[in-house]
């Protein structure tokens, strides 16, 4: 089976599409699918990881043109290969236009989504996002026949959560580590944001502070973090599983970090830097699942020092926290899909 991803990453709309997709690759090469990536020019990161786990990749270059444009340019890059049997498409700016173009090209065509915000043309959706009626969110903007995929127990996530899972060992007590992340992208440098607010604190626990390879702030946060003697910067961390799992506390972004934090039960403040990160982020605060701060501002940089100490100083409530938010996820989910995109193949 073949199956190509559409995918983009970049500073501004981070890495979090791609990253997914290659969570299913990978899934979908343990069984035997031949699997290759369609990306626009400009996300040198995201090229290089996608590289680096050894799937091809077309960059195609589209710049910010309208979807028919992009429709055309990956049109090119499937005819350059054998045939696809999925097309899986993954971009907040793609719709059922862009997916009904290609259909005629491709066995099949699976979107995963989580705005519910627009049409679509496919055989399969995925939305792995926790909603009460996720269903009803999609009312009248799936075709007829649309299977679904709701929930996070679909949560595309990488072979080394799921492990790191089985194998983690109980949390310090008192905690003391805190993981520092926002993802591949991080354009308002959230990340440096959150080191200064901190720096009063610094000394009290260690700071684990991941950025992407593709970061444009690199420079300014090392500096930062040889300011801060309990700081460590690692760019580019190719273990981010084990780093979650040895952790007792995260500050960062919503979005697909949420699902990996909950395999390994690791309970976190979150600061949004997207507008698509809120909601998720609320919910689970909501049921005492998480700390959420909201949108990066000033207010919110203000009220991050106290929130640390008072998440660190109860050991009882961050373990609380973690077994409540693991319950949702066990990292599993890309096996699931896979074996669904096989199935709906012989269907």
Known sequence: MKVVFRADASPDIGHGHVMRCLALADALRVRGAQCMFVCRRGGNAAAAAISAAGFALRVIDVGDSAPCADAAATSVALASGSVTDWLVVDHYRLDAAWE???????????????LADRPHACRLLLDQNWHDDPGARYAGLLPPGCE???????????????????????????????????????????????LQALKPLASRFEL?????????????????????????????????????????????????????????????????????????SRRLAAVGEGI???????????RLPAAVKTMLADAEGLQTMGEALARHCDGLGAARVAERLYGLRAS
């Open 292 to 302: 959420d701060l909201g949108m990066l501002s000033p207010d919110v940089l203000a």
């Open 208 to 280: 684990d502070v991941v950025v992407g390879a593709g970061n444009p702030h690199q420079q300014a946060l090392r500096d930062l973090c040889g300011c801060l003697p309990s700081a460590n910067l690692t760019i580019g961390a190719g273990d981010v599983a084990s780093r979650m799992a040895a952790a007792d506390l995260f500050i960062g972004a919503g979005g697909t970090m949420t699902w990996e934090r909950a395999c390994l039960g690791l309970p976190g403040i979150t600061i949004a830097i997207a507008d698509n990160q809120l909601t998720l």
């Open 100 to 114: 009904s173009a290609l259909s005629a090209q491709v066995g099949a065509v699976m979107a995963i989504d989580d």
């Open 148 to 194: 679904t995929l709701f929930g996070p127990a679909w949560a595309l996530l990488r072979a080394e959560f799921a492990a790191a899972r089985a194998s983690r060992s109980p949390r310090h007590d008192p905690p003391h580590r805190v993981l520092v992340c926002f993802g591949g992208g991080d354009a308002p440098n959230a990340t440096g944001q959150v």
